[in-house]
């Protein structure tokens, strides 16, 4: 709850809806005891007093009944109307919708055309033609409200659980022998709840907006007993006399609407998982940069240059640092391999250089990022606009949902090449089919017309890898792009990539946890460790001659084909939080060789000729001492 209420305070127009809605509710519940006139007590003789006159403080209407007592107990009364439709909508129409759904087939068939033939009249019409049914009355009213609701609760609810109900864990469910209700109850409804509620806090306005208008009818609250919409009808022969009587009810009823729509945008955004990181507001067009330190005099080592990069995520009043003092270089015609532990910082890393990284959370709070000598921390949008996948491309680890389902992929090429570059469409076209060709594709001409969803994982990945050579850049970074895929279609990607890099001199960073990988394409390698470079060096020195433990421990848990009978390792512990890093080497908890030295201060990256590593007591040192 704690969590939640933080959250939602980081919205302030929800707040706001969540301080007026608070007041509102207040004043309702202690109506009884204010001292105020009896809301039904009337006095001809004092009828349309103006407000402030003596003992009528918003004035009195045309019977002489006091305006303030009838809006605070019309007040009480419209709003436990409200949230008693939305309650009973609610549960019957997420009811309806968990059946349809979990069932399916000719249960949700039967349930969901019923549900459509309710959604196809006009929800006022079928409200007023309940009412006129039940006959007139707040309570019929109250279930008229309900009633055309439940079929919007019913749809939203349906869709959410259709979802669920073939999830892994609802089969595991279902093979641990439990029965259907226990299933619904235990699996499906805790993941329901947040919708439920969501719907709820967004729907109550219109419920009571809707009570409202059936009582400004005259079928909903009957007199001498008062509802906000009761006295909006009473007051429509003399508003324009006597605007008071309208005016009081009516802003009445816009504060209570406005409180709980803005409250209901806040409790969907905090309830909403994927905000939950803190982002509650639309990100930024690039990362937010505000940096504390910035090299003196950063010097271009490639066509691509990090000195001292720094990334953080601030959530709330936590400070993740997910970069921290990355310095990495990748030259013309290379390809710099980025190892480690998955939430070791490479993606961020990557995605920091062309201020990628989501604002909020994500800020660069110091460092430098070069290409060809051209700042890009800090850099103006429109600049970084006219880099991004023209200089600098980008290939995502997941093709199928990077590339949009809706559109061909040889029309989210030629866009592609189109966005950076004055050609005709036929022009572009051409250029989309060498580039299928170029990743060998077979059959470009029909491929190019086909969406993503009919090409299987290996084919999306190489059109990936297609728009990110539309433009012939001169930095490609490639994030996991051979992670989901099979070990021959993984050979044949990495073949592409290889053969492409010789041709056109393309300098690659290739974000990986493979080895293998790194062996087979990369000439220098980097490995990252809890936000940091832990070592760095040729492929042939990392691979043969690691000289940090982790790095020897990571390539210890890789299996090896045809070495013999080895045990294969496993590290012990987890990676530390990187909003609460420890004092010293960030490795040590994990480390076997371990001295107390390595928990004191800041360990630097050591060089040793171009083989760096920020360890105290090394690899290579411990065998030369065991040795000795």
């Not at 402030?52 to 045309?62: K, M």
């Amino acid at each position: 709850m704690r969590r939640f209420l933080a959250l939602l305070a980081r919205n302030r127009l929800a707040l706001l809806g969540l301080v007026v809605m608070g007041l509102v509710v207040l004043l309702a519940l202690v109506t009884p005891w204010l001292p105020l006139k009896p809301p039904n007590v009337t006095n001809t003789s004092d009828k349309f007093l103006p407000p402030f006159s003596e003992g009528a403080l918003l004035g009195t209407d045309h019977l002489g009944r006091d305006l303030l007592s009838r809006l605070l107990w019309g007040t009480r009364l419209s709003l436990a109307v409200g949230f008693a439709a939305a309650a009973i909508a609610a549960t019957l129409g997420a009811a309806i919708g968990v059946v349809a759904g979990y069932y399916g087939g000719r249960v949700d068939n039967v349930v969901m055309r019923g549900v459509d033939m309710l959604m196809a009249f006009p929800y006022i019409l079928l409200a007023l033609a309940i009412v006129a049914a039940l006959g007139p009355g707040l309570f019929n009213a109250l279930i008229a409200v309900a009633a055309v609701n439940i079929p919007f609760f019913a749809r939203n609810i349906r869709g959410v659980t259709v979802g669920i109900a073939h999830k892994e864990f609802v089969d595991a469910a279902r093979l641990s022998g439990l029965s259907d209700a226990r299933i619904i109850v235990s699996e499906v409804l805790p993941n329901v709840v947040p919708v439920i509620v969501i719907a709820m806090s967004t729907t109550v306005g219109w419920m009571i907006l809707e009570t409202a208008g059936l009582s400004f009818l005259g079928l909903g609250s009957q007199p001498p007993q008062a509802d906000l919409g009761s006295m909006l009808g009473e007051a429509r022969s003399a508003h324009i006399t006597q605007p008071h009587t309208s005016v009081v009810p009516g802003v009445m009823i816009l504060i209570i609407v406005m409180a709980i729509n803005l409250l209901g945008d806040g409790v969907r955004d905090a309830l909403d998982p994927r905000l939950r990181s803190g982002a509650l507001s639309r990100p930024m067009a690039a990362t937010q940069v505000a940096r504390d330190h910035v090299p003196p005099e950063p010097r271009a080592e490639g066509v691509l240059t990090l000195t001292d990069l720094e990334t953080q995520f601030h959530v709330g009043k936590r400070t993740f640092r997910a970069v921290n003092g990355v310095s990495l270089h990748v030259a013309p015609g290379e390809c710099l391999g980025l190892i480690g532990e998955s939430g070791s910082g490479k993606s961020v890393t990557a995605l920091s250089v062309m201020g990628l990284v989501a604002s909020p959370p994500g800020v660069i709070t110091g460092g430098s990022a070069q290409y060809k000598g051209q700042e890009l921390i800090g850099a103006r949008y429109g600049k970084l606009r006219q880099l991004r996948g023209d200089r600098v491309s980008y290939i995502f680890q997941d093709p199928l949902a990077t590339l949009h389902p809706l559109y061909k992929v040889g029309d989210q090429l030629i866009e592609a090449i189109r966005v950076h570059h004055p050609v005709g469409r036929r022009a572009a076209r051409e250029r989309a089919l060498g580039l299928l060709r170029d990743v060998r594709i077979p059959n470009p001409e029909s491929r190019i017309d086909a969406y993503p969803h009919e090409m299987s994982g290996g084919m999306r990945q190489r059109v990936g890898i297609a728009m990110a050579l539309a433009n012939d850049p001169d930095v490609i970074i490639a994030d996991e792009p051979t992670t989901a895929l099979d070990v021959t279609v993984q050979a044949q990607i990495l073949s592409v990539l290889s053969d492409l890099r010789r041709e056109r001199g393309l300098a690659i960073v290739f974000i990986t946890h493979d080895f293998g990988v790194v062996a087979q394409l990369c000439d220098r390698a980097a490995v990252m460790y809890a936000g940091r470079i832990v070592e760095q060096g040729t492929t042939e020195q990392i691979l043969n001659h690691p000289r940090h433990p982790y790095t020897a421990l990571l390539m210890k848990c890789v299996p090896e084909l045809g070495a013999g009978r080895r045990r294969l390792e496993a590290i012990p512990g987890l990676p530390p939080a990187v909003d609460r890093l420890p004092e010293g080497c960030a490795f040590a908890d994990r480390c076997p060789k371990v001295q107390p030295d390595c928990r004191a201060g800041e360990i630097v990256l050591r060089q040793v000729g171009d083989h760096a590593a920020r360890c105290l007591h090394p690899v290579e040192r411990a065998r030369e001492e065991a040795a000795q």
